[in-house]
């Protein structure tokens, strides 16, 4: 980046105003990108997330943007990568996250989470090619499945990210039907893709995603398939044991977090309590739990794999915190204090499980 270009950036950090750039990565050059910061609270920080966006004739890897987040207060830095990666093990259609290393200018800026965007060529590699999607903003924390009366407050808290002229109708009706709906059984079985729902509020629990009740998700109707809509998983750095209050060690966050009995910090999610209300799909829940506990959530599934994290990431972990020191004591204790959460995380669910098996 010109020196020009990056002070003007640094400038406009709170803004979506874009700056030129050349992007290099794999021995291969991109001319002509943009460059900006990304987030809402993360612009605050000293190491701030970037978005970078390519020229549409030269896209990198077939993807028109990267979203670099920071994981400046992870003292893991794997906790959104993670994430991530457990909610497509339990069958969620999930972004792609990498952690990846960034130079600017020739000088290390730092090590970064890479993670996919959901858009159009998202959809098509998982097999969705025309699902519609609508993304939860944090407008006044109301993307949380409410009817919203007229059209004209929902585009405060969502936008339409595939054909963005079509509007917000669609949604605006199935949030209506969900607040007139009594049967929320037959509600559920007519216009939820129950497999993927489950998956996705069993990933949640695992991970204590708390920041996406009325933001921080994707709401996607798979139009030119099931005709059923479904969640996708976004913004995870706030996950495995990142709690509202600060700290990392809180793994005892209840099963039934979101719903209108037990709101998070920021509210409550409609479709969510509306599908716990119902006896026999919460019972297709608590089910499908058991089994994720007792397949990929667990040490031995995972330890490898914070293992090879570590080993790959030693490194460059050591010279960003150098760069920007932050969180943590170190990429070692920051691992280590991951697999604590997994293993305190686990035994927690699968005690809450016994005692529902036993109603």
Known sequence: MDPKELMAMEATAYTKETHSATFSAGGQTYPGAKVRYRGSWARSWPKKPLKVIFDP????EGRRCLNLNS??????????????????????????ARMVRINLNG??????????????????????????????????????????????????EYERETDKSAGLQELQTFCQELARATDFRAFFEQHIDQDKYIN???ACTLVQHWDSYNKNHYLAHDEGGSHKWFVIPWDLD?????????????????VLLGTQALPGI???????????????????????????LNTE?????????????ET??????????QRWPGEGEGLHRGIAGLKRYIQQRRAFLLRESAKAGQK
């Open 200 to 202: 996705y509020l069993v």
């Open 312 to 321: 790959t990431i030693s490194s460059d972990a050591a010279v960003d915190r």
């Open 57 to 60: 004739d030269q896209l990198f």
């Open 107 to 156: 000088a290390f800026l730092g090590l970064y989470v890479e993670v996919e965007q959901v858009d159009k060529a998202f959809l098509k590699r998982s097999g969705l090619k025309g699902t519609t999607l609508f993304k939860g903003i944090a407008g006044s924390n109301r993307a949380d499945e409410r009817d919203l009366g007229p059209g004209a407050a929902y585009s405060r």
């Open 238 to 254: 706030r996950t495995f044991g990142d709690h509202w209050d600060g700290s990392f060690t809180r793994t005892d966050l209840p």
């Open 266 to 292: 920021t509210g409550w999610n409609r479709l969510e309590d509306r599908f716990f209300s119902d006896p026999v799909l919460k019972a297709r829940f608590e089910e499908r739990l058991r089994a994720v």
């Open 71 to 96: 994981a400046w207060r992870d003292p893991a830095f794997v906790r959104e990568l993670l994430a991530y990666r457990i909610f497509a093990a339990c069958g969620v259609p999930s972004p792609q």
């Open 297 to 309: 959530f667990t040490t031995e599934k995972l330890f490898p794999v914070l293992d090879r994290l």
